[in-house]
């Protein structure tokens, strides 16, 4: 079945860093866009970064421009987004939502209402 599991997040203070991965299985994810979404409280599901399938292209919202490097690695049977997340911010405190998409092309979908597969999510916090 299709599984993607999110793992690496946590609480962090102001400055900090944190790696996010996503592990995706059930479907041939080399084929698919990936990117990373969040969801602080009382506020809508916003894109973070996209990589395209090929890896050669990714995408960042502006408010994470400079400070998050997204990248994937192909297995066998898996496909592993990361999330590289430095100089944390209060305003960063969110879930982090993994996410594919089956679209072709060298540009990723900042609309999650067109992504295909989600993760359950991981928990990230920042302190001030």
């Known amino acids: 079945q299709v599984q993607l599991v999110e793992s690496g997040g946590g609480l962090v203070q102001a400055g900090g860093s944190l790696r996010l991965s996503c592990s995706a299985s059930?479907?041939?994810?080399?084929?698919?866009?990936m990117g990373w979404f969040r969801q602080a409280p009382g506020k809508e599901r916003e894109f973070v970064a996209g990589?395209?399938?090929?890896?050669?292209?990714?995408?960042?919202a502006d408010s994470v421009k400079g400070r998050v490097i997204i990248s994937r690695d192909s297995g066998r049977n898996t496909v592993t987004v990361y999330l590289q997340m430095n100089s944390l911010r209060p305003e960063d405190t969110a879930v982090y939502f993994c996410?594919?998409?089956?679209?072709?092309?060298?540009?990723?979908?900042?609309?999650?209402?067109?992504?295909?597969?989600w993760g359950q999510g991981t928990q990230v916090a920042v302190s001030s």
């Open positions: 996410a594919a998409d089956r679209r072709i092309g060298e540009s990723v979908d900042r609309d999650d209402v067109k992504w295909d597969y």
């Open positions: 059930g479907r041939t994810f080399s084929s698919y866009a």
């Open positions: 990589i395209t399938r090929s890896g050669g292209n990714t995408f960042y």
